[in-house]
């Protein structure tokens, strides 16, 4: 479809090990959001795209997490030496962008990450 | 202080209720306004942008006050379908389009 995809849809991994969560927004999409949602809470924003630069990175929790998005599409989450706190689903959303006025965001489906 | 703030509930509320919600912004500059809707364990989907005017669509009516800066969701006639959370969000004027989000009310409704 043309939605926002991502991949993986679950992902297991073990503490300590580093993992790579992937985003593919909706085409023509210049904006592109990561946000993390833990079991039952709110949705916690860690950075933001606009093209290929990160105006706003000011929510990654540590520097174990980075992002990048590269072409002005894809865009792919990591994060190293995985803790147990950073279980939790992580949901990309894409929209139009800067100066296409004020429309919403559309969100992919999520990856669940699990540390265990 | 979080930019924007919203009682979590959960409303639990039986069939045909009317039910509202409100949620509050800290900067008054902010230009733009939405409610999301989140089921359980899915993504947020929009459910309906917020204009200045007030706007309906169908069951829901959302309004935006901006002297006391917040923005509410009406839904009448509640059904079972319309258990939810329910997110507000707010794009700032000063950094269009980065949205942020509330942490949601929960909506239970009832048979």
């Known amino acids: 479809g043309a939605g926002v995809s991502q991949s993986p849809s679950n992902k297991v991994t073990e503490k300590g090990k580093d993992v790579e969560l992937r985003c593919d927004p909706i085409?023509?999409?210049?904006?592109l959001y990561w946000y993390r949602q833990s079991l039952g809470q709110g949705l916690e924003f860690l950075i933001y795209?606009?093209?290929?630069?990160?105006?706003?990175k000011s929510g990654l929790p540590s520097d174990r997490f980075s992002a990048e998005r590269t072409g002005g599409s894809v865009s792919t989450l990591t994060i190293q030496r995985t803790q147990q706190e950073d279980s939790a689903v992580y949901l990309c959303?894409?929209?139009?962008?800067?100066?296409?006025?004020?429309?919403?965001?559309?969100f992919g489906q999520g990856t669940r990450l699990t540390v265990v | 202080r979080k930019e924007v703030e919203q009682d979590p509930g959960p409303f639990n509320v039986p069939e045909g209720a009317t039910v509202a919600f409100n949620c509050t912004y800290s900067?008054?500059?902010?230009?733009?306004f939405f409610w999301y809707r989140q089921d359980c364990r899915k993504e947020p989907k929009l459910l309906m942008s917020?204009?200045?005017s007030g706007n309906e669509d169908g069951r829901f009516t959302a309004q935006l006050n901006r002297a006391s800066q917040y923005i509410s969701l009406l839904i009448r006639d509640s059904k079972l379908s319309d258990s939810a959370t329910y997110l507000c969000?707010?794009?700032?004027?000063?950094?269009?389009?980065?949205?942020?989000f509330g942490s949601g009310t929960k909506l239970n409704v009832k048979p």
């Open positions: 917020v204009y200045s």
């Open positions: 969000v707010v794009n700032p004027r000063y950094n269009f389009n980065k949205f942020y």
């Open positions: 795209f606009q093209g290929n630069s990160a105006p706003d």
């Open positions: 959303a894409s929209s139009p962008g800067v100066g296409q006025g004020s429309t919403e965001a559309f």
């Open positions: 900067n008054s500059a902010s230009q733009s």
């Open positions: 085409s023509g999409h210049t904006a």
